[in-house]
């Protein structure tokens, strides 16, 4: 073995032999995967829920928002106990809470207790994933490996959204809801021992864990989120709503504050200064935002709409997740021939399309003409612009910031996909008749905004070290 250095961030260590780097690559991704599977299968068993649980539509919202705010809240800090503490005991930490709640959550009896587990798991996701990340980024230090290795980390991601909505529905119906929290269970376990036997110990770094900023960012996005959620219900003039507005912007800026104090920032400041950071987190956010918010809604439109069973509803989604799965393995080599910049802007114009042909579906449209094409453009968008976002917001990370921006990167997209799925319960609440269309249209206006910074040139330089 030899000793590497370089942008690896926490992953300056012994590099694992060639046969078990590949092992570990399997294991980091796949278990990434399996997070994106869970939650394309808990989209597709929120209709059983319901049922099972007698659930409101507020506490429906939190089944799945409860889960994506402990996720985004925490990915920061989980991606700063991964450079502290070390990668490989932080990732396996994180899976082993992960599969704890997962077990919980598939026992759960009662609206709170589900949304509480959620919560945890959530947490448990925003440990292992960020790990994941930085540990696969350290077992590459060539430019053109990483980018390969990203497309393969993309490329899974797809395969766990495919694998999702294929068995979402099926094992929904077949098995009932709770099968869906227990089939994550064995994955899980099973590739956190391969990296646990491929990767070697990763060294600890010198440091300190800012909890003020982990807790002022965590209270400010769950206040604003239940503020969102909760408008449509109670009234946007109610205390409920108003109050939790307040404190979500209350705590966000007590965040920037905390950020500014510490010694060691959950995230330093001078971060923010980089524009293709800023931009590619940006657009990471509506990414966040328009598949959270799309495949809430898909799932019911399908079944309340066009009357389909979950399986079949499932089952039509394959070409989105095929889509984005092929997207994210053939990303590098789309955009060799064009450049970055155009493929992103090709990638984002795609899911506008798509999106906008989708909000024009109804009950009796033909699954060729009205929902086979959207999905074909929806697929090829998400799974090309996730990729390319990645790409531009880890390009310019250097020793020590490898789980920082993998962090955020991650943290954006989750903390977009909790914000913005109350921004579209709210927009298709206002809709009445035309909810379904509205929810989409207004996702296709995320998607809008993301193309119009894609075309920015300062998005496509690279970023400074911001150490």
């Not at 809801?177 to 994955?187: G, Y």
């Not at 923010?272 to 950071?277: D, M, Y």
């Amino acid at each position: 073995m030899r000793i590497t250095r370089g942008t690896t961030g926490s992953l300056a260590q012994h590099d694992p032999r060639p046969a078990s780097r590949g092992l570990a690559m399997a294991g980091l991704a796949t278990a990434a995967g399996v997070v994106i599977l869970d939650a394309s299968m808990v989209n597709l068993a929120t209709p059983a829920m319901r049922a099972a649980l007698n659930l409101t539509t507020t506490e429906l919202s939190w089944v799945v928002d409860g889960y994506l705010i402990a996720f985004a809240g925490l990915l920061l800090l989980g991606g700063r106990l991964a450079d502290v503490l070390g990668g490989r005991r932080v990732f396996l930490s994180g899976a082993a809470l992960y599969v704890l709640a997962s077990l919980v959550c598939a026992l759960a009896t009662t609206g709170a207790m589900l949304i509480a587990a959620r919560i945890v798991q959530g947490v448990g996701a925003a440990v292992l994933t960020p790990a994941a990340l930085s540990l696969m980024l350290g077992l590459y230090s060539g430019a053109e490996e990483r980018r390969r290795a990203l497309g393969v980390w993309g490329g899974v991601a797809g395969a766990g959204a495919l694998l999702g909505v294929a068995l979402g529905g099926v094992v929904t119906q077949s098995l009932g809801w709770p099968a869906i929290f227990w089939l994550p269970v064995p994955i899980v376990a099973l590739t956190a021992a391969a990296v646990w036997k491929a990767m070697p110990p990763s060294p600890a770094r010198p440091g300190r864990f800012d909890l003020a900023g982990a807790a002022t960012i965590t209270l400010g996005t769950s206040a604003l989120a239940l503020g969102l959620i909760s408008a449509p219900e109670v009234g946007w003039g109610s205390a409920r709503t108003i109050v939790s507005l307040a404190v979500g912007v209350a705590a966000l800026g007590a965040f920037v504050i905390a950020e500014r104090r510490s010694a060691q920032p959950l995230v330093p400041l001078g971060v923010f200064r980089q524009a293709p950071v800023v931009i590619a987190n940006t657009m990471m956010l509506l990414l966040g935002a328009v598949t959270v918010g799309l495949f809430y809604f898909l799932p019911q439109f399908q079944q309340q709409v066009l009357h389909m069973s979950p399986v079949t509803a499932g089952l039509s989604q394959l070409p989105i997740a095929v889509m984005i799965s092929l997207g994210g393995f053939s990303a590098p080599w789309v955009a060799r021939p064009v450049g970055l910049r155009p493929a992103l802007a090709g990638a984002l114009t795609a899911l506008v399309a798509g999106l906008f042909w989708l909000a024009q579906s109804g009950a009796g449209s033909d699954y060729a003409t009205a929902l086979l094409g959207p999905f074909l453009l929806i697929g090829a968008g998400l799974g090309l612009g996730f990729v390319y976002a990645t790409t531009l917001a880890v390009s310019g990370a250097t020793a020590g910031e490898t789980g920082l921006v993998s962090g955020l990167i991650n943290a954006t997209r989750q903390l977009g996909g909790a914000l913005g799925l109350a921004a579209l319960i709210a927009v298709a609440t206002a809709g009445h008749d035309t909810a379904y269309p509205s929810a989409f249209l207004g996702a296709a206006g995320f998607a809008l905004v993301a193309t119009v910074l894609s075309l920015i040139p300062a998005a496509h330089r690279a970023p400074a070290s911001t150490t």
